[in-house]
């Protein structure tokens, strides 16, 4: 079975390549004090799909190149685009 993972695109500058940051929380073995571990992952995203700020899942598969190993499963939940508007009015 592949590997699945959750996490969030912080990335989709490349051509059908985009970065996911997955956070996972590890319990320290003497102290038992939890604190978080985030990894960067590269996923080939072949329709281009996935934005910035979306939550994804993605799986292991074979080495597609150098860095990607991991392809994209499907989209979780589409990030929320916030509009800005500037006045261009003088005081």
Avoid: W
Avoid at 46 to 59: F, L, P, Q, W
Avoid at 62 to 85: A, C, G, H, M, Y
């Amino acid at each position: 079975m592949a590997n699945l993972l959750t996490g969030t695109v912080v990335s989709d500058k490349r051509d059908k390549t985009i970065t996911v940051l997955v956070t996972t929380s590890k319990s320290h073995p003497i102290y038992h004090k939890k604190y978080t571990v985030s990894t960067k992952y590269v996923a080939h995203d072949e329709k281009n799909s996935a934005k910035n700020g979306d939550k994804v899942t993605i799986k292991s598969c074979r080495p597609i190149s150098k860095t990607k190993n991991f392809v994209l499963d499907k989209i979780i939940e589409k990030s929320q685009d916030l509009i800005v508007i500037k006045d261009d009015t003088e005081a």
